[in-house]
């Protein structure tokens, strides 16, 4: 076989590129500003581009959009933010007396079935079912709360992240344009064809699912309230989170309010899951199809595929980002067989 430049060529840019990524690897644990700058970019760059259109300068479309985000933080945060320390402050007094609520629930219902007829091998298979679900809710509980450590121990990143998506937005086009000109000219039209593609996927599962996660989350946190449950907008926050998850997002997020009413009385239990049907149906039917407007290009059952094998590999941030880095990889792969077909 005759080495030619095109191989030469190609064969440094897989390097190239292997090298790169290796690199990011060594130095992951630095790169956490410049990933949420680069994400907080890529969210205010439509609002910026459709001032900018409206013939203000991208220097004072960009002052204008953090100037309306921060007002939006300072104002909602002064009202939110308090309610929410203290719902943290009283959780973590009252966690204690609901483990005993817990193991007093477990031990009741345990002894229903002890004199039931069941038989001695299906109890046995109960008990131990009850016992990894035991275990399975105190590892979900130590994982939320180490990923709040987490977020407070990064809190330097995450308040340089805003001046880093600052200096992306202002240079956009020129870094857009370095970047293409690293390409071979015949491979320009498809890169391009390529990124055109994945931002309308990350436009529809990023974006709209965001926008979803927080209209998820204040009708959960409301309905909870009115039902009198207590830490309705801790448990509301974490269902709009996890509503980000297909399929499964829905009902993972309902079983902490489920539970928690079942601390208090059956009848609770029941309207609590009344309530999230019903929010779930207004999500399904009016509010995914209004915002979303087009799936990520995947079939269900490929979805369901990408949720578990994202689980499995990367845990509850494995099944958030495992279905959009598929439907990208589909794309990408896609465009590379036309490239070097």
């Known amino acids: 076989?005759?080495?030619?430049?095109?191989?030469?060529?190609?064969?440094?840019?897989?390097?190239?590129?292997?090298?790169?990524?290796?690199?990011?690897?060594?130095?992951?644990?630095?790169?956490?500003?410049?990933i949420i700058g680069l994400f907080l970019a890529y969210l205010l760059n439509p609002a910026v581009c459709?001032?900018?259109?409206?013939?203000?300068?991208?220097?004072?479309?960009?002052?204008?959009?953090?100037?309306i985000l921060f007002s939006i933080l300072?104002?909602?945060?002064?009202?939110?933010?308090?309610?929410?320390?203290?719902?943290?402050?009283?959780?973590?007094?009252?966690?204690?007396?609901?483990?005993?609520?817990?193991?007093?629930?477990?031990?009741?219902?345990?002894?229903?079935?002890?004199?039931?007829?069941?038989?001695?091998?299906?109890?046995?298979?109960?008990?131990?079912?009850?016992?990894?679900?035991?275990?399975?809710?105190?590892?979900?509980?130590?994982?939320?709360?180490?990923?709040?450590?987490?977020?407070?121990?990064?809190?330097?990143?995450?308040?340089?992240?805003?001046?880093?998506?600052?200096?992306?937005?202002?240079?956009?086009?020129?870094?857009?344009?370095?970047?293409?000109?690293?390409?071979?000219?015949?491979w320009r039209p498809e890169i391009i064809s390529i990124f055109r593609d994945i931002n309308k996927i990350l436009n529809g599962v990023i974006r709209g699912q965001i926008l979803i996660a927080v209209l998820v989350g204040i009708l959960v946190s409301t309905g909870l309230y009115f039902l009198d449950l207590r830490y309705a907008l801790l448990i509301g926050i974490l269902a709009g989170l996890l509503d980000v998850i297909p399929y499964f997002g829905a009902v993972i997020g309902a079983a902490p309010a489920v539970m928690m009413a079942l601390l208090y009385s059956p009848w609770l239990a029941i309207k609590v899951i009344v309530l999230f049907l019903i929010v779930h149906q207004l999500e399904g039917c009016i509010i995914q199809p209004k915002i979303l407007?087009?799936?990520?290009?995947?079939?269900?059952?490929?979805?369901?595929?990408?949720?578990?094998?994202?689980?499995?590999?990367?845990?509850?941030?494995?099944?958030l980002i495992g279905v959009p880095l598929a439907a990208i990889g589909k794309v990408c792969i896609r465009h590379m067989i036309k490239l070097l077909v």
């Open 50 to 67: 459709f001032i900018e259109k409206k013939g203000i300068g991208r220097l004072w479309a960009i002052v204008l959009v953090y100037l």
């Open 74 to 186: 300072i104002i909602g945060g002064s009202q939110f933010i308090p309610l929410l320390v203290h719902e943290l402050e009283s959780f973590g007094k009252d966690l204690p007396q609901m483990g005993n609520k817990v193991e007093e629930l477990i031990q009741m219902i345990q002894d229903q079935y002890k004199n039931s007829a069941l038989p001695f091998s299906m109890r046995v298979a109960l008990d131990q079912t009850v016992i990894k679900v035991e275990n399975e809710v105190q590892i979900f509980v130590n994982a939320v709360a180490q990923g709040i450590v987490n977020m407070l121990s990064h809190i330097i990143g995450l308040v340089i992240s805003p001046v880093l998506a600052f200096y992306l937005l202002h240079d956009w086009y020129q870094i857009k344009e370095q970047l293409l000109s690293l390409l071979p000219s015949r």
């Open 293 to 319: 407007g087009e799936s990520v290009g995947l079939h269900p059952l490929s979805v369901i595929f990408f949720v578990f094998i994202g689980g499995e590999l990367g845990g509850l941030l494995g099944m």
């Open 1 to 34: 076989m005759v080495l030619t430049k095109r191989h030469v060529r190609l064969a440094i840019i897989i390097l190239s590129l292997m090298a790169g990524g290796y690199f990011i690897w060594l130095v992951r644990n630095g790169l956490y500003p410049f």
